[in-house]
């Protein structure tokens, strides 16, 4: 499969948050603020690329020799604990702002369905490992575009007349439903 339409289509036509609602914890939490938002997604983006690649190449190099793809699951969430370790203390380190502001939710990266999500669907889909990065890469990316759509329209509706009984996670869920129902109009256009 071409490497462009598995971008596209990690982004548009299967974006983790929208298509397959993966992820949504973070993505209701931390929509609120324009900033911290984009801090979550690209954090999530790097993530998710990051061990795509570990994952496919431990997968690969490690479990399928030694016959033991049943522990893909425990060994993903290994590879992905500890890169979220390394992008927190970075993110501390050079960014102590957008470390207060993200708070529980960069820890919680670490059991962000959306990467795990990923990493088994490039297994289950047979990529290679151009294919699984570019595929990790395009799903940060489409969990990016969700997460700022989402936090620009929160934003708007600060200024906006919201039934009370609405107000906060309600009106969230129902944005993210048209949202999803808008990103449908992409299907069909890769796979």
Known sequence: MDIFIIFFSSIFVNNLALTYFLG???????????KTAFGMGM??????????????????????????????YVTFIIV??????????????????LYINLGVFLPLITVNCAI?????????REYS????VVFGFGGGIGWLVAIMAMAGIRTRLRFSNV???????????????IMA???MGFAGMGS
């Open 163 to 177: 039934p009370e009984a609405l107000q906060g996670p309600g009106i969230t869920m129902i944005i993210t439903g």
């Open 116 to 124: 795990l999500g990923l990493s088994l669907f490039m297994i289950v």
């Open 80 to 97: 992905i604990a500890a890169t979220v370790q390394i992008v927190e203390l970075v993110i501390e380190r050079f960014s102590p702002v």
């Open 43 to 72: 954090a999530v983006t790097f993530v998710i690329t990051l061990t795509a690649a570990l994952n496919w190449l431990v997968f690969h190099f490690l479990l399928v020799p030694f016959d033991v793809e049943y522990l893909q």
């Open 24 to 34: 949504m914890c973070p993505f209701i939490s931390v929509s609120g603020d324009l």
């Open 129 to 132: 490992f151009a294919q699984s």
């Open 181 to 183: 129902l808008g990103f």
